[in-house]
């Protein structure tokens, strides 16, 4: 249709320059008629040259992994080697090479070196269309040529892939239809693979690992090994008093200050001490103690304590609620919870997670401060414990069983105390976050020093796909990569360190066969670390648990500890550990996926944008932003490229 179009064009063309060619009044008509043709020549010929330079490139890198196959392969004579060298050529470049073609390529192996050489015919478009009047400038098909050499004392490829699987890599709030951001991902990743890991794995190997990264890097069935193992002792609990008499059922909260709780026939006088729980939609009244002021038989209003433990203003609320709910007189007049468990081994400000209470059912899976310690007898404080949020009745007297936890950094449960002043309890996870101390940015061996754990509340969960140590299997990484579903923050330092981790010896022991990491020998071994984001680094961690410094997007107050992060700002991290692999010799590509052109206060390393320029082993050549889906997938393929052709002599 195009060509019939042209020709039609052509004639109408020719028609013109005829009639101009009769006219015998002007100079300009005459000059215009003589110059035509060499002006269509050079212009239409143009067209034809830019065509062909497209093809050479295209005839180039089809004929640099042709080259690098045959190099690869197990062959030593010349009829093998260039068996294997057509094969990939022709599977690159389909529409060339064709039986009866005028196309030709060569491979042969001299002083173990694999030499390709190709040429190609590309089929004049244009030129020969508008040109025949006047002769032709170009034959009917352009010769293209090329060469390729690659030395096949070659080198092993170990490549490490920290790629972002936040929550923002699933969303559209720019314009990303028809996919995802996290299915560009997808696509970008697996076409590197295809680049980067050959079929023929002697005498030389190419592998990729995984590091997926959100909150925190899944490292699967080696946590243990990894980042230690978790203590679960339980100390049993003998004794527990906390509450007396009947356990009461408020039907109504009122909005207002001083708040009205109703609960009919409560039986509370004026200045009883009560606490209440299982107020759901008010989450501060949990475990709280307050004195009452009776208003009647049904209702009754609270006042808060001060610190010297005496009665103070009324307590108010902005939210009411008709929820049952449920509150008892203590026994102590700060309501605390005296249990006894011999060598429970705690101390005055640690914390404690209660299970198995039986008659206290209400305590079970709750956090507690601990206030007070006497030998074996402890007093636990429940304020604004959040475990007391959604809870069961209970009752009023002990019956046995119960366990105790230290709710430790290192335990099966962590228990702490909130950036926002509650009591919360986390489980353990397979995830880990940074290792702190004097390794914070060393490749030490986990056995030397274990990295962070993590403990993460649902809402900002340890992500589902966890770490696939270097293989050789284009087809399990292809699918690991299909099973990312993006959710929660970002902890990109974490993910860096992990990219790292992968492709070090001092990390062989976590891995078996293939996915033990080579020495560091860079004659024999590139390696390689590819670190992508698309936002910023705002998940810090602190004693296992995200910091209350973490940035903006981490989740909710609650979920974060009141400390600042072990290790600092996770800009700063993610760069000291950027160095140290540059001085390991390895190789650091980053990619900047949607991260505008925003990088921070001047001179400082503050923003995703700042990371990414200063990890690249050059960020002129090593640092790719992406804009876009395509834009992404292009800087994979081109890190891929460069990635094979660093093995490529010309």
Same mark, same amino acid.
């Not at 293209?144 to 690659?150: A, C, K, P, T």
């Not at 080198?155 to 239809?177: F, H, K, Q, Y």
């Not at 309501?335 to 997670?353: E, F, K």
């Given at each position: 249709m195009?060509k019939?179009?042209?020709k039609?064009a052509?004639?109408?063309l ?13 100079n300009v008509a ?31 890198d ?25 094969a990939?050529l ?13 196309d030709t ?6 002083n173990n070196r ?10 004049v ?5 508008f040109?025949p ?9 352009l010769p ?12 092993n ?17 720019r ?5 995802s ?11 590197l693979?295809?680049?980067?890991v ?10 990729v690992a ?5 909150a ?6 080696l ?8 203590d ?9 008093t ?9 039907s109504?909260?009122?909005r207002?200050s ?8 409560h039986?509370f ?5 009560v ?10 009244l949990?475990?709280?103690p ?7 038989? +049904? ?20 939210t ?10 203590c026994?102590?007049?700060?309501c605390?919870?005296?249990?006894t ?20 059912a209400q305590?079970?899976e709750?956090?507690f401060r ?6 074996s007898?402890?007093?636990? +404080? ?12 209970g ?5 046995g069983g119960g ?8 335990a099966?449960w ?14 353990s996870?397979?995830c880990?976050?940074e290792r702190?101390g004097?390794?914070r940015?060393?490749?030490a061996?986990p056995?030397?020093?274990y990295v ?5 509340d ?6 589902s796909?966890a770490?696939t140590?270097l293989?050789?299997?284009?087809t ?6 299909d099973?990312?579903?993006?959710g929660?923050s ?9 990219a790292?981790?992968?492709l070090?010896?001092?990390?062989a022991?976590?891995f078996d066969?293939?996915?033990k990491?080579g020495a ?8 390689v670390a ?5 936002g910023e ?14 940035g ?7 979920t974060?500890?009141n ?12 760069v000291?550990?950027?160095?140290a692999?540059?001085?390991r010799?390895?190789v650091v590509?980053?990619v900047g ?16 944008l700042?990371v ?18 395509a ?6 393929r081109a ?12």
């Amino acid at each position: 249709m195009v060509k019939h179009g042209l020709k039609r064009a052509g004639r109408g063309l020719r028609l013109f320059v005829r009639r101009l060619m009769r006219q015998t009044q002007g100079n300009v008509a005459l000059m215009f008629a003589i110059a035509l043709p060499i002006l269509m020549m050079i212009t239409l010929g143009a067209v034809d040259l830019h065509q062909a330079s497209k093809v050479k490139a295209e005839l180039q890198d089809a004929l640099d992994a042709a080259a690098l196959a045959a190099a690869r392969s197990i062959y030593a004579d010349d009829a093998n080697i260039n068996r294997v060298g057509m094969a990939a050529l022709k599977a690159n470049m389909p529409r060339y090479f064709q039986a009866g073609s005028a196309d030709t390529a060569n491979f042969v192996l001299s002083n173990n070196r694999v030499t390709g050489e190709a040429r190609v015919n590309v089929k004049v478009l244009v030129a020969n269309i508008f040109l025949p009047p006047y002769g032709k400038l170009l034959d009917d098909y352009l010769p293209v040529g090329s060469r390729s050499e690659v030395l096949r004392a070659s080198r092993n490829v170990e490549v490490a892939m920290a790629l972002d699987i936040t929550g923002s890599m699933d969303n559209c709030t720019r314009n990303c239809p028809p996919t995802s951001k996290l299915q560009d991902l997808q696509a970008a990743a697996k076409d590197l693979i295809d680049i980067v890991v050959q079929d023929q794995q002697t005498p030389f190997y190419s592998k990729v690992a995984l590091v997926p990264y959100a909150a925190g890097v899944n490292v699967g069935s080696l946590a243990a090994q990894a980042r230690g193992p978790l203590d679960s002792t339980t100390r049993s609990v003998t004794a527990a008093t906390w509450v007396s008499g009947t356990v009461r059922t408020i039907s109504n909260i009122s909005r207002a200050s001083p708040t009205t709780i109703t609960s009919n026939g409560h039986g509370f006088a004026t200045g009883d001490r009560v606490v209440l729980w299982n107020v759901q939609d008010i989450p501060a009244l949990n475990g709280v103690p307050y004195e009452v002021a009776r208003i009647s038989n +049904n209702q009754f209003q609270l006042r808060t304590l001060s610190a010297s433990g005496a009665a103070s203003s009324y307590q108010g609320s902005s939210t009411s609620t008709s929820k049952s709910a449920y509150v008892a007189k203590c026994v102590r007049s700060d309501c605390g919870l005296t249990i006894t468990a011999a060598n429970h081994g705690l101390s005055v400000n640690d914390h404690v997670r209660l299970t198995s209470m039986g008659g206290l059912a209400q305590l079970n899976e709750a956090g507690f401060r601990v206030a007070s310690v006497s030998g074996s007898q402890l007093v636990l +404080n429940s304020t604004r414990s959040l475990g007391l949020v959604q809870a069961s009745k209970g009752g009023v007297s002990y019956s046995g069983g119960g366990q105790l936890m230290n709710g430790r950094d290192g335990a099966e449960w962590r228990v702490f105390s909130t950036a926002d002043g509650y009591i919360n309890v986390l489980p353990s996870s397979t995830c880990v976050s940074e290792r702190a101390g004097a390794e914070r940015y060393t490749e030490a061996r986990p056995s030397t020093a274990y990295v962070g754990r993590s403990y993460l509340d649902s809402s900002n969960a340890c992500p589902s796909a966890a770490i696939t140590p270097l293989t050789a299997s284009a087809t399990t990484l292809k699918t690991k990569i299909d099973q990312m579903r993006g959710g929660g923050s970002t902890a990109g330092q974490i993910g860096i360190a992990w990219a790292w981790y992968m492709l070090s010896p001092n990390f062989a022991s976590l891995f078996d066969g293939a996915g033990k990491p080579g020495a560091y020998a860079p004659t024999e071994t590139l390696k390689v670390a590819i670190l992508m984001t698309d936002g910023e680094f705002n998940t810090p961690f602190r004693d296992g648990v995200i910091a209350l410094d973490a940035g903006s997007g981490s989740g909710a107050l609650n979920t974060h500890i009141n400390l600042n992060s072990s290790n600092g700002d996770p800009f700063a991290q993610s760069v000291e550990l950027c160095r140290a692999m540059h001085a390991r010799g390895v190789v650091v590509y980053t990619v900047g996926f949607d991260l505008g052109s925003d990088t921070g206060r001047p001179n400082v390393i503050d923003s995703a944008l700042d990371v990414m320029e200063a990890c690249a082993t050059n960020k002129n050549t090593h640092f790719f932003q992406a804009n876009s889906g395509a834009d992404l997938k292009e800087a994979f393929r081109a890190i891929g490229r460069d990635i094979t052709r660093l093995r490529i002599a010309r």
